[in-house]
């Protein structure tokens, strides 16, 4: 699957951020029943691959994806552990030659145009404007779609049920990715159903 189409599989992509294993399958299944189907895993937990592998079994309709990736190392962890797509905080030459050499789709952020270029530079298509609240927020992609035309974004950062309509109405925003759908406090509480009711909220936002 190519990142434009993880990227198209729902509004928002949850960043997950998965303290406890036992919690990874439930949290998968309850999204997934919300309708959001490309699930961020980021790298910032220790549990955080075994996380992926017990999302990739729980939830085999949702595309499990890993975040924070900063190292080679992580992103062949990352494809060990079975996850489909990949998210980088910034653009690193490093990591995209990696993630090319294991054919993992990656979705890298930029907060300036020359960064944006230089991923342009690398033939992506797809990038994240990160963090995009407070980087000036949608009137930023706005100003940015004419001179940077073929590129699409996915903001993330300061995003919530409130805001995303801002971006998702930009003709050069695919998507969002948020937290917001999986509060740590409902996940400490195990109200996955509070969860599914947060996904499915988001899932519907028109894009
Ligand atoms: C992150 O990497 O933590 C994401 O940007 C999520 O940001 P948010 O918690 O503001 O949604």
Redesign the pocket.
Known sequence: MKIEDVCRLAPVVP?L?VEELAHAAPLARALSAGGLKALEV?LRTPCALDAIRAMVDAAPDAVVGA??LMTPADVYAAVEAGARFG?S?GLSNRVLDAAEDAGLPMLPGVATPSEAMAGMERGLTHLKF????ANGGAPVLKAWASPLAGVSFCP?????LGNAKDYLGLSNVVCV????VAPAKLMAAGDWAGIETLAAEAAALPV
């Open positions: 960043v951020i980021t975040g924070t998210v905080p990160f963090p995009a609240e993330t950062g300061g995003i919530g990715g948020g937290s917001w």
